[in-house]
């Protein structure tokens, strides 16, 4: 046998494997905020954070499984899970996943309305950012700013974390947007989702 040909053909095999072997896509922990008892927002709303939460949740894993992500829920349904819980299951998912807390805000003050995004440290920033331009540009509302907070699932999180507040339910056309639109839920889904996508592989 011809050795050099030998030893081209062996080495194309190894190229082809290496080009043929599938990139990891990243794993995310999707956080949908409050759930059970706990409807969430202020007293007297009209529209519960919880549910709206949890559905534009389970858009944004539609999506990024869709793009072949590995997603894991904190709650899936209409429960209750401790803050101390949804940390925990971020810590023992493997992957090195990111962590990313869907809520929506509410205010005592009726104009209120916007997009705030929160992280408490800067593993969180670029996350951030990459979310809150997009939610923001399809939100139309006002910009109200990545903040930093010291909210439990970002503090006490061992992951690059975020919580993004996706508009306030106490504003009569805010609210109204969210609670009615089912193409809306879906258009801040898929900010979130491009905004997570961009980050990680
Ligand atoms: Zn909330």
Redesign the pocket.
């Known amino acids: 046998m011809d050795l050099p040909l030998f030893s081209l053909l062996r080495r194309l095999l190894l190229l082809g494997c290496v080009f043929a072997a599938p990139l990891q896509a990243a794993t995310i922990v999707l956080d949908a905020?409050?759930g059970g008892h706990d409807p969430?927002g202020i007293p007297g709303q009209r529209y519960s954070?919880k549910a709206a939460a949890l559905d534009v949740t389970l858009r944004i894993r539609a999506k990024l499984t869709a793009a072949g992500h590995r997603v894991v829920m904190t709650r899936s349904t209409d429960t209750f899970v401790e803050l101390s819980e949804r940390v925990a299951i971020a810590k023992r998912t493997p992957g090195k996943p990111i962590f990313v807390s869907i809520?929506?805000n509410s205010a005592a003050n009726r104009d209120a309305c916007g997009i705030e995004t929160y992280l408490y440290d800067k593993r969180g920033a670029a996350l951030a950012q990459a979310i809150h331009r997009r939610v923001v540009a399809v939100s139309g509302g006002p910009d109200r700013g990545i903040r930093r907070a010291r909210f439990y699932v970002l503090r006490y999180n061992s992951r690059p974390s975020v919580l993004v507040e996706l508009g306030f339910l106490t504003n009569s056309q805010e609210g109204a947007k969210i609670s009615r639109s089912e193409a809306y839920r879906q258009k801040l889904a898929d900010a979130v989702s491009a905004g997570i996508r961009s980050v990680v592989r």
């Open positions: 905020g409050h969430g954070e809520h929506f």
